[in-house]
């Protein structure tokens, strides 16, 4: 069953994954929670609804009781869990397009321990004759009462673009119960996410510049469609780089012990200590969920505050960063002076399966590990002239992704040439 992957389980809907998988999901569910609670929100994406009561069937008919908070972004529940030492579900496809759902599951707040491989093996779970039940139990006041704690009054006209997403509705909660002046890209949820792929990008994001200048707004951020990544535009309507967010919140937070995956920016150890570790959430949470770092971020704008929990929260780094602005008194073009520029690029090589990309991979690592010190932590990454080339199998996608970052123009433009001419 292809819908089984590394950190989730997802597919189109209803062609790869429909009802009737999602209830056996549900059952094969139920047997790994037994008798522990399991909290549970849903996205607002096309087939979610439907997943989400046949999966939920599935789960009561295998005598699992399920906490349901209703339509609410991946932090809800995961929140749940975590101050309840509990399961907790998504239904969502995170920021895939729209035509796409999925079920994510996590305990404790994080998905390193629950593995799709572990739903997987009990798929020919049975009905049970003692039927569970759902409960319904809202727990998204107490999540916005746990991020917003220590928060003053932000006086700030902030911009939001949920791209129709979960997060729609939710986020100007957060932020006018704070005091902010709330201005709504896309004020209103769609299920097609008004047809754009709900991924925080420099592109998407163009669109949130020019209302930010239209406006006259002090910042703002850019959610995707099950809220747990981020993205920010500054009041001059320019995109920030994750690298560079990364950056400000490693300087203006404090964060002194930091856990990036393999492609982050070499920037980031001019501010922090930094350990590497593979791209993936998981990865990321089995750090952090150790209590040995602050900070934990990913190239795909995933920022993860150990402060408060071992998952990354798009809506807790929007309100991070609005506090340092609120705080300082400062605007964010302002502070973005302070810090280096990030020059890199990626590259997507389409494979169609998983031996191709073995064989792929092989090519690679033999023609790049030529050109200088190469580490083999995930993929090769191999150091050239102040700078690297990046290479390695995608965990959600039939890819092999190639990066590049450099310290110079000069030096970004010679190894996107070479990462391209390598990848042929």
Known sequence: MNIFKEYDIRGVYPDELDENKSYRIGLAVARLVEKEKLFLSYDNRVGSLNIKTSFINGLISGGAVVYDSGLYPITVPAFASFKENAYGVCITASHNPAKYTGILMFRNGTGSSVTP????????????????????????????????????????????????????????????????????????????????????????????????????????????????????????????????????????????????????????????????????????????????YDFGVETSSHFYFGKYYPFSDGLLGGLLMANVLSKTGRKLSEILKEFPKVYHGDLSIKVKNQGEANKKMK??????????????????????????????????????????????????????????RIAR
């Not at 690297?388 to 199998?393: D, E, N």
């Not at 996608?397 to 996107?416: D, F, W």
């Open 117 to 292: 491989d572990k739903i997987k093996k009990r798929m020919n779970a049975k009905p049970l004759k003692k039927k569970g039940r759902i409960v319904d139990y809202d727990y998204s006041d107490e999540y916005l009462k746990y991020i917003s704690k220590g928060i003053n009054r932000l006086n700030l006209k902030i911009g939001i673009d949920s791209m129709g997403g979960s997060t729609t509705d939710i986020a100007v909660k957060l932020f006018q119960r704070l005091g902010a002046e709330v201005h709504s890209l896309h004020p209103k949820m769609s299920s097609d996410f008004y047809g754009k792929v709900p991924e925080p990008s420099k592109d998407n994001s163009r669109g949130l510049g020019r209302f930010i200048l239209r406006n006259g707004l002090d910042f703002g951020i850019q959610l995707d469609a099950d809220g747990d990544r981020v993205m920010f535009v500054d009041n001059e309507g320019k995109v920030l780089d994750p690298m560079t967010a990364a950056m400000i919140f490693i300087k203006y937070l404090k964060l002194k012990e930091t856990v990036a995956t393999v492609g982050c920016s070499m920037l980031l150890e001019n501010y922090a200590k930094v350990t590497y570790t593979k791209v993936g959430r998981t990865h990321v949470e089995a750090e952090l969920e150790a209590k040995k």
């Open 363 to 420: 090519m690679l690592i033999k023609r790049l590990s030529i050109y200088g010190k190469s580490l083999y932590l995930d993929g090769i990454k191999t150091f050239i002239k102040d700078g690297f080339i990046l290479f390695r199998k995608s965990n959600t996608e039939p890819l092999v992704r190639g990066h590049y970052e450099a310290k110079s123009e000069s030096t970004a433009r010679y190894l996107n040439k070479l990462m391209r």
